[in-house]
């Protein structure tokens, strides 16, 4: 955390901006109470970007969109009984809520929602202690009443009500208590994390949109691991995410092997690495993440005692693909990114035989079609996969990938390697071969492009002649 006199220097500046200042003349002049609240103070004091502004206020709903609707472009009703509403000022989206305090029935998510007088009542109700701070406008007073800057301070995760109290009311707070963890640095407060412990099973009254919807904001953070510690060690995962702690397997005391859940850690801030250091800039990617961190699921289920100390793991990468592929869909992700990630999963041992011979350019070939669009994900989680210390195993597979994607970009630049199709096209086919539309069709074209993986671009009329040769030894052998 940033000086004191620094963030109330942030404080003042983020006052004084122009949605800020037009929003809190405009509540004063109608006789109510306005105040930042939550992440932007917050985010002051840590000085990171403040990202969002939102409103807390004595104004009921109705009020609220009379008081903004002269100075706003335009206004949402994005909760009106929740009491909150949305709206664009000075070029900038503003959520403004009115002062509630919620009683929930303990059976699910959703609040009995009662309107409140008091910004003190309404930050008794925040998930977490420096969440649960306000800036009051225009007189910029902080209003923090359950020490949420001594926390910040601490880098702390506190409760403002009694943690259990907290996470009964709502269990996805727990999730966030993970995700906080990771975004801002912080550790959470032994009452936090016992209370985490005691309740993990309530997470399950949250739907599994919300859930995955925590899980992706965790893992697209900077460095997500200390998040995805706190769920696993509190028994949060096995909940929603099962096969993450299954692979913290018992190391025997005969068979000696390097412990898997760690191993993923690693294989999952690694990736992140590749991330930055190949794509500064850029959107996390949380199709590389899950599938660095779930890269090694199939492992537990195909664990296998070896004679004399070795132990095996033979097809878990094809187990794991299944494994993920049903897991995913639980946690109702899209149809995109299951597939991709389990196709991922599934390819993640496939450079390893390239260390063990040369390669030939058809096999290189295959690789790269066999990856299709996932081909620069694949990198990055090839390359992240090898957390051996032995720095000459590390370097000898480092070469052996930069001289795998030397090949594919040589081969690329010869033969289109991104478009990898026979030198027919489904209609020459036929024309050629005077036949309709059908599975014959669809053998010839395989064919072809396994002529065409093995001895790269043969020529339209080379290519022509192979086809009628294997139509003439097909039909000899029908």
């Known amino acids: 955390m940033q000086s004191v006199a620094q963030a109330v220097e942030r404080l ?21 109470e306005l ?15 403040v990202t969002d502004l939102d409103f807390t206020t004595d104004a009921r709903p109705d009020d ?71 800036l009051r406008l225009p007189q910029r007073e902080l209003v923090d009443v359950h020490g949420g800057v001594e926390d910040l301070l601490a880098g702390r ?74 769920l696993v060690d509190t028994g949060l995962a096995e909940r929603f995410l099962p096969e993450l702690p299954a692979m913290r397997l018992e190391i025997d005391e005969h068979h000696h092997h390097k412990d898997v859940y760690e191993h993923s850690l690693t294989v999952l801030s690694q990736a992140i690495g590749y991330e930055a250091e190949r794509h500064p800039g850029e959107v996390p990617d949380t199709v590389l993440r899950l599938a660095a961190l779930l890269h090694d699921i199939g492992k537990p289920a195909t664990r296998k005692l070896e004679p ?71 990198h990055e989680l090839t390359r992240s996969d090898v957390t051996t210390r032995n720095r000459r195993k590390a370097d000898r597979l480092g070469f052996a ?16 390697l991104e478009a990898i199709r026979p030198d027919l096209t489904g209609d020459d086919i036929m024309r050629i071969l005077d036949i309709p539309p059908g599975r014959a069709v ?12 093995d001895e790269g671009p043969l020529g339209a009329d080379e290519a022509e002649q192979r086809l009628r040769s294997w139509w003439a030894e097909r039909d000899e052998t029908a």
Do not use: C
Request: glycine content about 6%; aromatic content about 8%.
């Open 12 to 32: 003042d500046a983020l006052a004084a901006t122009e949605p800020v200042a037009v929003l809190a003349r405009a509540f004063a002049d109608a006789g109510h």
């Open 35 to 49: 105040a930042l609240v939550g992440g932007p103070v917050r985010d002051a004091f840590l000085g990171r970007p």
């Open 64 to 134: 609220v969109l009379r008081i903004v609707e002269p100075i706003a472009s335009a206004t949402w009703d994005v909760g009106r009984q929740f009491g909150t509403i949305a709206a664009r000022v000075a070029g900038e989206q503003v959520e403004i809520t009115t002062y509630r305090s919620d009683v929930y029935d303990g059976e699910t998510r959703k609040p009995e929602v009662a309107f409140g007088d008091t910004i003190e009542d309404d930050l008794l109700r925040r998930d977490f202690t420096v969440n649960a701070m306000a």
């Open 157 to 230: 995760l506190h409760t403002p009500q009694a943690a259990p109290v907290s996470f009964r009311d709502d269990p996805l707070r727990m999730m966030r208590a993970a995700r906080f963890t990771a975004q801002l640095g912080f550790t959470v407060s032994d009452e936090v994390r016992a209370a985490m412990t005691e309740l993990a099973d309530s997470i399950d009254i949250v739907s599994a949109e919300r859930v995955r919807d925590e899980l992706v904001k965790l893992l697209d953070t900077s460095e997500p691991v200390p998040g995805v510690r706190l």
């Open 308 to 378: 004399g100390g070795a132990v095996s793991f033979h097809h878990h990468d094809l187990v794991g693909a299944k494994l993920a592929k049903k897991r995913l869909r639980a946690l109702r992700f899209d149809n995109d990114t299951i597939a991709a990630v389990a196709r991922l999963i599934e390819l993640h041992l496939r450079f390893f035989g390239y260390t063990e011979g040369a390669w030939t350019d058809s096999a290189v070939r295959r690789y790269v079609r066999d990856a299709g669009p996932l081909l620069e994900r694949l």
């Open 401 to 416: 990938y930069d001289d795998l994607e030397d090949r594919i970009t040589a081969l690329a630049e010869q033969e289109e």
């Open 442 to 453: 669809g053998e010839a074209y395989r064919h072809l492009l396994e002529v065409r993986m």
